[in-house]
Protein backbone atom coordinates (compact mmCIF):
# COMPACT_ATOMS: atom_id res chain seq x y z
CA UNK A 1 0.00 0.00 0.00
CA UNK A 2 1.24 3.84 -0.83
CA UNK A 3 1.54 5.53 2.32
CA UNK A 4 3.82 7.81 4.39
CA UNK A 5 4.46 7.03 7.73
CA UNK A 6 5.38 8.37 10.51
CA UNK A 7 6.97 7.33 14.23
CA UNK A 8 6.06 7.84 17.23
CA UNK A 9 2.53 8.90 16.92
CA UNK A 10 2.38 10.20 19.92
CA UNK A 11 5.39 11.65 22.17
CA UNK A 12 5.28 13.38 25.61
CA UNK A 13 8.93 14.44 26.42
CA UNK A 14 10.33 17.05 28.44
CA UNK A 15 12.75 20.49 27.56
CA UNK A 16 15.97 19.90 26.40
CA UNK A 17 15.66 16.07 25.42
CA UNK A 18 16.62 15.65 22.00
CA UNK A 19 13.91 13.77 19.94
CA UNK A 20 13.73 12.73 16.31
CA UNK A 21 10.29 11.79 14.54
CA UNK A 22 10.80 9.59 11.33
CA UNK A 23 8.99 9.78 8.04
CA UNK A 24 9.30 7.55 5.40
CA UNK A 25 7.16 6.99 2.21
CA UNK A 26 7.17 3.62 -0.14
CA UNK A 27 6.08 5.84 -3.39
CA UNK A 28 9.68 6.61 -5.00
CA UNK A 29 8.72 10.70 -4.48
CA UNK A 30 11.55 12.91 -4.66
CA UNK A 31 10.14 15.97 -2.78
CA UNK A 32 9.40 15.90 1.08
CA UNK A 33 8.17 18.37 3.42
CA UNK A 34 7.52 18.50 7.05
CA UNK A 35 4.62 20.65 8.51
CA UNK A 36 3.45 21.47 11.95
CA UNK A 37 -0.37 22.45 12.62
CA UNK A 38 -1.47 24.45 15.75
CA UNK A 39 -4.88 25.98 16.63
CA UNK A 40 -5.73 29.06 14.51
CA UNK A 41 -2.94 29.22 12.48
CA UNK A 42 -3.03 26.24 10.05
CA UNK A 43 0.03 24.26 8.65
CA UNK A 44 3.17 25.79 8.73
CA UNK A 45 5.88 24.56 6.55
CA UNK A 46 9.06 23.86 8.60
CA UNK A 47 11.27 22.17 6.25
CA UNK A 48 11.27 20.48 2.81
CA UNK A 49 13.35 18.53 0.56
CA UNK A 50 13.48 18.58 -3.52
CA UNK A 51 15.56 15.61 -3.78
CA UNK A 52 18.57 13.16 -1.90
CA UNK A 53 20.77 15.82 0.05
CA UNK A 54 18.83 19.04 -1.17
CA UNK A 55 16.72 20.45 1.30
CA UNK A 56 15.43 24.19 2.46
CA UNK A 57 14.16 25.72 5.34
CA UNK A 58 10.24 26.47 5.33
CA UNK A 59 8.56 29.51 7.40
CA UNK A 60 9.28 28.03 10.67
CA UNK A 61 12.58 26.23 10.87
CA UNK A 62 13.94 27.56 14.20
CA UNK A 63 14.90 25.08 16.62
CA UNK A 64 14.45 21.93 14.00
CA UNK A 65 17.00 19.93 11.93
CA UNK A 66 16.43 17.35 8.82
CA UNK A 67 18.72 15.57 6.80
CA UNK A 68 17.42 13.38 3.47
CA UNK A 69 20.28 10.98 3.01
CA UNK A 70 18.02 8.54 1.10
CA UNK A 71 15.35 9.09 -0.80
CA UNK A 72 12.56 7.06 0.99
CA UNK A 73 13.68 9.16 4.79
CA UNK A 74 13.18 12.65 6.10
CA UNK A 75 13.51 12.40 9.30
CA UNK A 76 12.93 15.60 11.46
CA UNK A 77 15.39 16.08 14.55
CA UNK A 78 14.83 18.65 17.57
CA UNK A 79 17.81 19.18 19.24
CA UNK A 80 16.46 20.99 22.21
CA UNK A 81 12.99 20.66 22.44
CA UNK A 82 11.08 23.60 24.25
CA UNK A 83 7.44 23.76 25.25
CA UNK A 84 6.54 25.61 22.04
CA UNK A 85 7.39 23.07 19.85
CA UNK A 86 4.23 21.10 21.66
CA UNK A 87 2.24 21.09 18.07
CA UNK A 88 0.94 18.44 15.77
CA UNK A 89 3.49 17.69 13.41
CA UNK A 90 2.80 16.28 9.56
CA UNK A 91 5.14 14.82 7.25
CA UNK A 92 4.21 15.09 3.46
CA UNK A 93 5.40 13.57 -0.04
CA UNK A 94 4.89 14.03 -3.64
CA UNK A 95 6.06 12.69 -6.85
CA UNK A 96 8.16 16.40 -7.44
CA UNK A 97 8.03 19.83 -6.06
CA UNK A 98 6.16 20.66 -9.32
CA UNK A 99 3.15 22.90 -8.89
CA UNK A 100 0.70 20.18 -9.90
CA UNK A 101 1.95 17.09 -7.92
CA UNK A 102 -0.60 16.75 -5.27
CA UNK A 103 0.95 16.40 -1.30
CA UNK A 104 0.41 12.93 0.36
CA UNK A 105 0.22 13.21 4.00
CA UNK A 106 1.60 10.91 7.08
CA UNK A 107 -0.99 10.12 10.02
CA UNK A 108 0.56 12.25 11.82
CA UNK A 109 2.48 13.05 15.13
CA UNK A 110 1.48 14.97 18.26
CA UNK A 111 4.30 15.83 20.79
CA UNK A 112 4.12 17.50 24.05
CA UNK A 113 6.87 19.27 25.26
CA UNK A 114 6.50 19.64 29.15
CA UNK B 1 5.51 36.47 1.95
CA UNK B 2 1.98 35.34 1.35
CA UNK B 3 -0.97 36.45 2.54
CA UNK B 4 -3.92 33.27 2.85
CA UNK B 5 -7.30 34.48 4.32
CA UNK B 6 -10.25 32.05 4.39
CA UNK B 7 -13.54 32.14 6.68
CA UNK B 8 -12.73 30.78 10.00
CA UNK B 9 -16.20 28.45 9.93
CA UNK B 10 -19.34 28.06 7.75
CA UNK B 11 -22.79 26.04 8.45
CA UNK B 12 -24.69 24.71 6.28
CA UNK B 13 -27.54 21.84 5.82
CA UNK B 14 -27.21 18.39 4.24
CA UNK B 15 -28.03 18.39 0.64
CA UNK B 16 -27.34 22.27 0.30
CA UNK B 17 -24.53 23.64 -1.64
CA UNK B 18 -21.46 25.76 0.28
CA UNK B 19 -18.83 27.65 -1.24
CA UNK B 20 -15.43 28.38 0.44
CA UNK B 21 -13.43 31.76 -0.10
CA UNK B 22 -9.61 31.78 0.02
CA UNK B 23 -8.04 35.45 -1.13
CA UNK B 24 -4.42 35.30 -0.92
CA UNK B 25 -1.60 38.27 -1.49
CA UNK B 26 1.72 36.73 -2.74
CA UNK B 27 4.96 38.07 -4.33
CA UNK B 28 3.71 35.39 -7.39
CA UNK B 29 2.10 32.70 -7.98
CA UNK B 30 2.76 28.89 -9.38
CA UNK B 31 -0.44 27.23 -8.28
CA UNK B 32 -3.35 26.86 -5.77
CA UNK B 33 -4.86 23.18 -3.77
CA UNK B 34 -7.31 22.51 -1.71
CA UNK B 35 -7.07 19.91 0.82
CA UNK B 36 -9.75 18.34 3.20
CA UNK B 37 -8.98 17.77 6.52
CA UNK B 38 -11.25 15.56 9.26
CA UNK B 39 -10.93 15.61 12.79
CA UNK B 40 -7.60 14.17 14.00
CA UNK B 41 -6.82 13.16 10.50
CA UNK B 42 -4.20 14.22 8.02
CA UNK B 43 -5.79 16.30 5.27
CA UNK B 44 -6.24 14.98 1.57
CA UNK B 45 -5.62 16.28 -1.57
CA UNK B 46 -9.13 17.80 -3.10
CA UNK B 47 -8.27 20.05 -6.10
CA UNK B 48 -5.20 21.66 -8.22
CA UNK B 49 -5.73 25.32 -9.92
CA UNK B 50 -2.79 27.20 -11.67
CA UNK B 51 -4.81 28.87 -14.99
CA UNK B 52 -8.16 31.12 -14.26
CA UNK B 53 -11.56 28.96 -14.08
CA UNK B 54 -13.60 26.59 -12.77
CA UNK B 55 -12.70 22.99 -12.33
CA UNK B 56 -15.10 20.07 -11.70
CA UNK B 57 -14.25 16.91 -10.03
CA UNK B 58 -17.88 15.26 -8.87
CA UNK B 59 -19.74 17.07 -5.83
CA UNK B 60 -16.32 19.32 -5.68
CA UNK B 61 -15.75 22.51 -8.07
CA UNK B 62 -12.99 24.80 -7.34
CA UNK B 63 -12.25 28.20 -9.06
CA UNK B 64 -9.80 30.56 -9.40
CA UNK B 65 -8.89 34.26 -10.43
CA UNK B 66 -5.09 35.47 -10.56
CA UNK B 67 -5.98 38.44 -11.25
CA UNK B 68 -8.13 38.81 -8.21
CA UNK B 69 -5.91 36.29 -5.75
CA UNK B 70 -9.43 34.55 -5.41
CA UNK B 71 -9.98 31.04 -5.23
CA UNK B 72 -13.59 29.51 -3.75
CA UNK B 73 -14.49 25.76 -3.56
CA UNK B 74 -17.62 24.83 -3.98
CA UNK B 75 -19.14 21.83 -2.32
CA UNK B 76 -22.44 20.88 -3.74
CA UNK B 77 -25.50 18.02 -1.96
CA UNK B 78 -23.85 18.14 0.68
CA UNK B 79 -23.38 14.89 3.01
CA UNK B 80 -23.06 15.01 6.62
CA UNK B 81 -19.41 13.31 6.01
CA UNK B 82 -18.66 16.83 4.23
CA UNK B 83 -18.02 18.50 7.71
CA UNK B 84 -14.07 18.67 7.80
CA UNK B 85 -11.64 22.00 7.48
CA UNK B 86 -10.78 22.54 4.48
CA UNK B 87 -7.67 24.29 3.43
CA UNK B 88 -6.14 26.77 0.96
CA UNK B 89 -2.70 26.33 0.14
CA UNK B 90 -0.53 28.80 -2.89
CA UNK B 91 2.69 27.60 -4.29
CA UNK B 92 4.35 31.68 -4.72
CA UNK B 93 7.39 32.10 -6.54
CA UNK B 94 9.86 31.84 -4.07
CA UNK B 95 10.74 28.39 -4.73
CA UNK B 96 8.92 25.11 -5.88
CA UNK B 97 8.67 23.34 -2.50
CA UNK B 98 7.33 26.46 -0.36
CA UNK B 99 3.57 25.68 0.47
CA UNK B 100 1.92 28.29 2.35
CA UNK B 101 -1.55 27.57 4.06
CA UNK B 102 -4.52 29.30 5.19
CA UNK B 103 -5.82 28.36 8.91
CA UNK B 104 -8.26 26.21 7.30
CA UNK B 105 -12.32 26.92 6.85
CA UNK B 106 -14.43 24.59 9.51
CA UNK B 107 -17.25 23.24 7.59
CA UNK B 108 -20.25 22.39 9.96
CA UNK B 109 -23.10 20.27 8.30
CA UNK B 110 -26.24 20.00 9.69
CA UNK B 111 -29.30 17.76 9.35
Known amino acids: EAQVTQNPRYLITVTGKKLTVTCSQN?????MSWYRQDPGLGLRQIYY???????DKGDVPEGYKVSRKEKRNFPLILESPSPNQTSLYFC?????????????FGPGTRLTVL | GQNIDQPTEMTATEGAIVQINCTYQ??????LFWYQQHAGEAPTFLSY????GLEEKGRFSSFLSRSKGYSYLLLKELQMKDSASYLC????????????FGAGTQVVVTP
Open chain 1, 49 to 55: SMNVEVT
Open chain 2, 89 to 100: AVIGTDSWGKLQ
Open chain 2, 49 to 52: NVLD
Open chain 1, 27 to 31: MNHEY
Open chain 2, 26 to 31: TSGFNG
Open chain 1, 92 to 104: ASSLSSSGSNEQF
